[in-house]
């Protein structure tokens, strides 16, 4: 037996057991009166488990769990630092870094395994939407709260499927659960299968979720399955189906901006009125809390210097220690730059770190108090109403009703207290300008770039920025990106050579 079939068959068992421990996690959800009443394998979610309201509203919860994980580890790697907006400290005596530094740089192989992640966290979430929606239909309970616990299910596959496509292009589209290893490898569907696929999700769940009103805080609504569907079609350049779906949500009342930028990112502000969907966190010791702001710091740094930083923002958890790894997401100077003069959201967004005695700009918008180190209480904005407007002006521009769009995206830069604009004039390229700034470090900016056919240009002559002068990219001296980085600007991921091992298809 060769070494590679020896590989895969180990891979295949490692995956038949992961898919066992998904359905016995699942069981363990319910009551464990009945826990030694065991049933056949084949058998553990749809015999053992659905069998309730509350079984159902226990999965539901189960199907957003993937979420934070994202969030936390790989959703901004793939974004903002796959893109211009952010950068690295490359540090020489660390270097398990390899994979978020390709992502940073364009040099990103199938065996990266960050990408991987992402990917399984965003099947993850399908998986369990599709226990939900195929049995929920079979158990009776209140038609109101069956109907919003299968428009938060149709919700979240879609939003994971839409991730999915824009990052990696065609992939398998399961619809019904796995109960065999045949049914695990699944051929690569077409993305506008894909895309059919995600409009009908959420239209339907938009049909099915109450509103913003009478929802509980953190969950799908009517208005996030909207919001969602005129992304889709704004990615699908199908603008008047964007501009119908996006007045819904303007015209519902249920949405309205908050006075100031950076209120709306505050702790003790979550789920606030321009709040469409958040990825929800909570600090603590019980495994709900955030960190983004840790991978996000100048790294290598002292305690003293992080202590310090945290100290200017008035923060100032217990437990900081020395951190000697690399730091991520750094913004870069040209997206400091990217603000106009006056732009209220760059203080908000943007501020400095010390380390080493250099300054380095860094990511504030979610540095908020928190009680003990790495443990923090940030939410993570998925959709606010601010890009609703964006979205809006880019459909309206995009049919010719330019004068139309004015309002929308100047409701956006008043509160950032800067002028309105008042000519239609390359308004095209002042929206896509306006997103970058108002959604910064929100993950939207690599997106943006490959769905508008700038990433070649921009992500090129950015790199040409980056390896003519590697120190103002947070190279030290004598250091910088390897050779192949920015040679090859790809619009889509590879798929996960771990993946690949399981599928005949990939």
């Known amino acids: 037996m060769t070494e590679f079939v020896k590989q895969k068959m180990n891979r295949t068992m490692k995956n038949r057991n992961s898919v066992i421990l998904i359905a016995l996690l699942m069981l363990g959800l319910s009551s464990c009166d009945d826990f030694l009443e065991l049933t056949p394998e084949a058998n553990l979610t749809s015999v053992t488990f659905f069998k309730s309201e509350n079984d159902f509203a226990k999965a539901v919860n189960g199907a957003y769990e993937p979420l934070r994980g994202m969030y936390t580890a790989n959703a901004w790697l793939v974004s903002e630092m796959h893109s ?7 540090n020489p005596n660390f270097r398990a870094t390899l994979d978020q530094e390709s992502l940073n740089d364009f040099t990103v192989l199938p065996t990266n395994t960050l990408m991987r992640d992402n990917y399984r966290a ?214 400091v730059a990217a603000y106009e003069p006056g732009d209220e959201r760059k203080a908000a967004s943007v501020g400095t770190a010390t380390a080493g005695g250099v300054d380095y700009p860094l990511i504030i ?25 964006l979205l809006l002006a880019e459909a309206l521009d995009e049919q010719g009703k330019s004068a139309e769009a004015l309002p929308y995206l100047n409701q956006v830069r008043d509160r950032a207290e800067l002028a309105d604009i008042v000519s239609t004039a390359n308004l095209r390229d002042v929206i896509f300008n306006e997103r970058r700034v108002e959604l910064a470090f929100e993950n939207k900016r690599w997106l943006d770039l490959a769905r508008t056919g700038r990433a070649v240009d921009v992500m090129s002559t950015f790199g040409a920025s980056v390896k003519a002068n590697p120190q103002a990219y947070y190279f030290p001296p004598g250091q910088q990106p390897v050779p192949s980085a920015f040679t090859q600007i790809d619009l889509t991921f590879p798929l996960p050579a771990d993946e690949a091992l399981l599928s005949p298809y990939f």
Request: no cysteine; hydrophobic share 40%; charged share 15%.
């Open 122 to 335: 965003h099947y993850l979430v399908i998986a369990r939407a599709n226990q939900i929606l195929s049995a929920i239909d079979g158990v009776d309970f209140d038609a109101a709260v069956k109907n919003n616990l299968k428009g938060q299910a149709l919700f979240l596959r879609a939003l994971a499927y839409f991730n999915l496509v824009q990052y990696f292009g065609k992939i398998p589209l399961h619809l019904v659960p796995s109960t065999s290893l045949a049914d695990v490898a699944l051929p690569l569907s077409e993305v506008s299968d894909v895309y059919a696929q995600i409009i009908s999700d959420g239209t339907t769940a938009a049909s099915l979720l109450p509103d913003k009103s009478v929802q509980q805080p953190g969950r799908a609504t009517s208005g996030a399955a909207k919001t969602l569907l005129g992304n889709v079609y704004v990615v699908l350049e199908n603008w008047s189906a964007a501009e119908t779906v996006l007045k819904e949500v303007v015209t519902s009342n249920k949405y309205s901006l908050v006075p100031s930028y950076a209120d709306v990112f505050l702790t003790t502000n979550k789920n606030n009125s321009e709040s469409v969907f958040e990825v929800q966190y909570r600090q603590g010791q019980d495994g709900y809390s955030s960190n983004f702001i840790y991978p996000w710091l100048p790294m290598p740094m002292t305690a003293a210097e992080i202590s310090a930083t945290f100290a200017k923002y008035g923060v100032s958890p217990t437990g900081i220690a020395a951190q000697t790894t690399e730091g991520y997401n750094i913004p870069s100077l040209d997206m």
């Open 365 to 389: 918008k979610y540095l908020h108090p928190h009680t003990s180190a790495t443990l923090t209480d940030d939410n993570f904005p998925v959709y606010r109403y601010a890009e609703v407007l």
């Open 84 to 90: 211009d907006n952010t950068r690295y400290r490359y």
